[in-house]
């Protein structure tokens, strides 16, 4: 005869309740991790299924918190004997290096440069709704970068302009002629100026653009330096479209410099698909850099948007990003340098 069973104790019934419920969300976390995954590799089909990329990293950790979960469980059951873990354990291992891989940046992080490396400093902000001007000014002259983009500019903010143009002595915006958001002001004198726009940049029917060409120093190639804002980051098919003008209209190789608000985050498949085929590198930022405001209300920002890329013949040796200055985007100062 069989010995009786003892019932299992409230206490016994709770536990193991609660550890059928962590396998469940655990698949259930496995499962969407998969998916956020999956969808933005479909973002051929359907330009939207890219969004999915703003939530990668999140999603990433969850699938790996998930996949350790389920391991757990499989050596436990399997009485802590790697023997026995069995060909399921072997592949949810794999699933763990996976997701440890994909969890790798997609950004460099700056470098130092050569001693004796010719340098630039770089500036960025998109000024969206800005208010305090005074800001922006003070911020650029603590920094005195040799070349400032700007973006959503509003010429009719006096004391900002006024600075720029009494330091800068050339500035381009979108328009080959005419006025335009996007700008690029240099106290470098350029070889060639190119406003990227075909139209009304300001109602997102073109690229919002502007370039510039420097020629060659002893020993080097000519060089150029774009600004760009791109369309909304629920406008893939738009973004894209804006980005194959800029390649069309100007170009980027191995001298370029592109500084900008993407409205792209550095996963996202557009944005992926442009520095691939141009061989231009995403710098890493030290925080995201929108959204700083909702409403009335001071956010510290969730994703990186506006960025740096650079061609190969260029190093990023330092990055740093911007207080708040009255716009919804953080800018930045970028210090650069030469190592072709």
């Known amino acids: 005869m069989h010995a009786p069973v003892d ?9 193991l309740r609660l550890r059928t419920w962590l396998v469940r969300l655990a698949v259930l976390g496995l499962a969407i991790a998969g998916l956020v995954l ?3 590799k479909l973002a051929g089909h359907w330009p939207y299924l ?19 979960v389920l391991l757990a469980r499989r050596v436990r059951r399997a009485q802590f004997s790697p023997s026995r873990v069995g060909l399921s354990g072997v592949g949810l291992l794999g699933i763990a290096l996976v997701l440890v891989l994909t969890l790798q940046p997609v950004t460099r992080i700056p470098a130092p440069c050569p001693s004796d490396a010719p340098r630039l400093t770089l500036a960025w902000l998109n000024a969206r709704h800005t208010q305090r001007p005074q800001l922006i000014r003070r911020w650029l002259q603590r920094a005195r970068p040799d070349v400032i983009g700007l973006a959503e500019m509003p010429p009719w903010r006096r004391g900002l302009t006024e600075y720029l143009d009494r330091h800068y002595a050339f500035m381009q915006n979108c328009q080959p002629k005419g006025q335009c958001s996007t700008r690029l002001y240099t106290q470098i004198p350029p070889a060639e100026t190119l406003g990227l726009a075909r139209g009304d940049a300001e109602q997102r029917r073109t690229l919002s653009g502007a370039g510039l060409v420097f020629p060659a120093s002893s020993g080097t190639r000519d060089w150029s330096i774009a600004a760009v804002h791109l369309s909304r980051p629920t406008s893939p098919q738009a973004q894209a479209r804006e980005l194959r003008e800029f390649e069309a209209r100007m170009g980027a190789d191995a001298d370029t410099l592109i500084l900008g608000d993407f409205n792209l985050s550095p996963r996202l498949p557009v944005l992926q698909d442009f520095v691939a085929r141009n061989g231009l590198t995403i710098t890493r930022a ?12 001071r956010l510290k920002g969730l994703w990186q948007i506006d960025h740096l890329l650079t061609g190969r013949h260029w190093r990023v040796e330092s990055f740093k990003t911007s207080p708040w200055l009255g716009s919804d985007h953080r800018g930045f ?8």
Not at 7 to 15: A, E
Not at 53 to 68: D, E, F, K, R
Not at 333 to 340: E, L, N, P, Q, Y
């Open 38 to 40: 999956l969808l933005p």
């Open 286 to 297: 030290d925080q995201p850099t929108w959204p700083l405001e909702l409403g009335e209300r």
């Open 50 to 68: 890219g969004l999915a990329a703003l939530i990668h990293v999140p999603a990433m950790w969850l699938g790996l918190a998930s996949t350790l």
């Open 333 to 340: 100062i970028a210090k650069v340098c030469r190592v072709d």
């Open 7 to 15: 019932p299992p104790t409230p206490r016994t019934s709770i536990g």
